[in-house]
């Protein structure tokens, strides 16, 4: 191989790794601040809900109402609101998966009260939802 060969090859072999490592210095914390956001904006919107869900008079009034129909949460990155009863069935929700409401983990259920929402991650059917339970 003759010396300019090398000496290509090895410029682009620097240039290679000087894109890579700044690609990586700066998908991390890009990809970091977009979680905090997401679970910034969910857990403002759970909080919302279940401040509604919890107030005087709430029992009794209908399920959710869902003008078009529930969000297939396969194709959909919308937020979804899911009503549990107090064993944590799914009584009604907005989004569905696979045609069905999703299940929340025993786990996450167990951590919530009234004034506490706790995060948590579903993952079923190939499919991993950030859920917000409260």
Known sequence: MSIRARIALFGGTVVALAVLLFGLVVY????????????SELSQQA??????????GFLG?????????AQDLRKSSESFVELLDPSGTPVDSTGKLDGVDPVIPAAVLQATSPT???PGTVKENDVTLRVYVG
């Open 28 to 39: 991390f914390p890009v990809k970091a601040r977009l979680e905090d956001q997401l679970n």
């Open 47 to 56: 909080t919302g809900i279940a401040r509604q869900l919890h107030r005087p």
């Open 61 to 69: 009034q209908p399920a959710i109402r869902v003008p078009f129909g």
């Open 116 to 118: 506490n929402v706790v």
